[in-house]
């Protein structure tokens, strides 16, 4: 009657299965039971008190074997992990509670057994999945993590890209603005040129008035007449026809003497004296520190005015001159070799040189706009431009209504200022 109103038992095949995967998850070893002593002695199984090591069913005893779990501190936490211990407790009890309703055969206790070792493995499920659920969103946040740092390096190497990019334009900027510092210190260093040649004509303005200009040129001009006489006097001491030799100077040249024959030989060393001359500001320093003037050549053998020197002597004393002069080509051969003989004829003629030169450079230190006109033959006199080369008063009636012969020294136009050509008049 008692098996006719209890509930329906599940099949045996069943319970056993269920044992069966119990075991392959707790990992129990082999259950050993032995037949009591006093069969009398089975607890009810209804309570639900901890098991010992020791459990007595229906007089058997049961041996349950612990179950070993790794604890992996890395997998799961501690709450974990002790959560699982309960279960597993539980699971345990439940297992024995189970067993001990079969001996004796009680279905009420097998059922309540059984529903609380599978509400159990719920648990013990529902904990795998919660871990594994747990695992695949470590394992989505780390690929996640990984694809958040994969484009961070992805960026980074293009940004990479780019600086190196910028860098090469960068290094190709400063290649160009390299080239223009060194363009623009050339152009510093010109203008720092012009400035230092602006300062020192400046400078040397104060000192180098008109009226020393004006000074120079007399000098200059006296200078020249005091050549040409000495060269005179050698061409009348070796045989020279002074008229002749006039004649080729100024062919068309009408003379009030034969004595002003000497300004065509004035005239002629004038020309190639400031043939090719440009008015330039130059230092003079090493030149008027020296009373000798063969003492600034010698010094500054490679100066601007000792080739202007040796060029001028070439051009104004003929080698057939200077043959006869002194019968033989010395002074030419020295001038030629870049040397300055030390004889008193060369050293007038460096005394001329050196007025004409420093004549020629301080024009422009006056007035940077300073000019040289010349007077052509045949020009009607002007008191404003021009001046007679005779001093005596000779052609004082000529300079009325004269014209010009010859031109024997420049004129110079700077500020508002005219330095006087001086010319040859004729009637």
């Keep these: 009657m008692e098996s006719a109103g209890a509930k329906p038992l599940k099949p045996s095949s069943n319970i056993s299965d269920?044992?069966?995967?119990?075991?392959?998850?707790c990992k129990l070893r082999s259950i050993g039971v032995h037949q009591p002593h006093n069969s009398n002695n089975a607890p009810s199984g209804e309570d639900g008190s901890d098991v010992t090591e020791d459990t007595e069913c229906g007089g058997v005893k049961?041996?349950?074997q612990p179950v070993e779990v790794t604890r992996e501190s890395k997998m799961c936490g501690d709450e974990e992990l002790s959560k699982l211990f309960d279960i597993v407790s539980t699971l345990k009890l439940a297992y024995v509670q189970l067993q001990e309703a079969h001996l004796p055969y009680n279905p009420k206790k097998i059922i309540a057994a059984?529903?609380?070792f599978m509400a159990e493995l719920e648990a013990i499920c529902k904990m795998k999945r919660a871990y594994k659920e747990k695992q695949f969103v470590k394992l989505k946040s780390d690929s996640s993590r990984s694809d958040i740092l994969r484009k961070k390096i992805e960026l980074n190497e293009k940004l990479l890209k780019e600086f190196k990019l910028q860098m090469e334009v960068n290094n190709s900027e400063i290649i160009c603005l390299q080239k223009e510092l060194r363009d623009l210190d050339l152009v510093n260093a010109?203008?720092?040129?012009?400035?230092r040649q602006i300062s020192l004509q400046r400078k040397t303005a104060r000192v180098w008035t008109i009226t020393r200009f004006q000074d120079t040129f007399r000098a200059a001009s006296k200078s020249i007449h005091d050549f040409a006489k000495p060269l005179i006097n050698l061409m009348k001491a070796t045989g020279w026809d002074l008229d002749l030799a006039a004649k080729a100077v100024e062919a068309e040249a009408a003379y009030l003497k034969r004595s002003h024959k000497k300004y065509a030989f004035e005239a002629y060393i004038a020309r190639r004296m400031f043939y090719g001359l440009s008015l330039k500001s130059c230092n003079m320093d090493g030149i008027m520190r020296y009373d000798d003037p063969i003492d600034a050549l010698i010094e500054?053998?490679?100066?601007?005015?000792?080739r202007y020197c040796g060029e001028k002597y070439l051009q104004?004393?003929?080698?057939?001159?200077?043959?006869r002069f002194f019968g033989n080509l010395d002074h030419r051969t020295l001038v030629l070799s870049g040397k300055h003989p030390r004889t008193s004829f060369y050293q007038i003629f460096a005394r001329m040189a050196r007025w004409v030169w420093v004549l020629h450079?301080?024009?422009?230190m006056i007035d940077s706009e300073a000019k040289m006109f010349a007077v052509k033959r045949g020009s009607k006199f002007s008191h404003v431009y021009m001046e007679s080369v005779v001093e005596d008063g000779e052609d004082a009636a000529v300079s009325d209504g004269g014209q010009v012969e010859f031109m024997v020294m420049p004129g110079?136009?700077?500020?508002?200022?005219?330095v006087k050509s001086r010319v040859y008049l004729s009637k």
Excluded: C, G, Q, Y
Excluded at 300 to 306: G, I, K, Q, R, V
Excluded at 316 to 323: A, G, K, L
Excluded at 361 to 364: E, H, L, M, Q
């Design 412 to 418: 110079f136009r700077m500020l508002e200022t005219l």
């Design 300 to 306: 500054n053998p490679d100066s601007d005015f000792a």
């Design 190 to 195: 010109t203008l720092a040129e012009k400035v």
């Design 18 to 25: 269920i044992v069966s995967k119990f075991a392959k998850v």
């Design 62 to 64: 049961v041996h349950p």
């Design 114 to 116: 059984d529903e609380r």
């Design 316 to 323: 104004v004393v003929h080698p057939m001159m200077e043959t």
């Design 361 to 364: 450079s301080i024009a422009p």
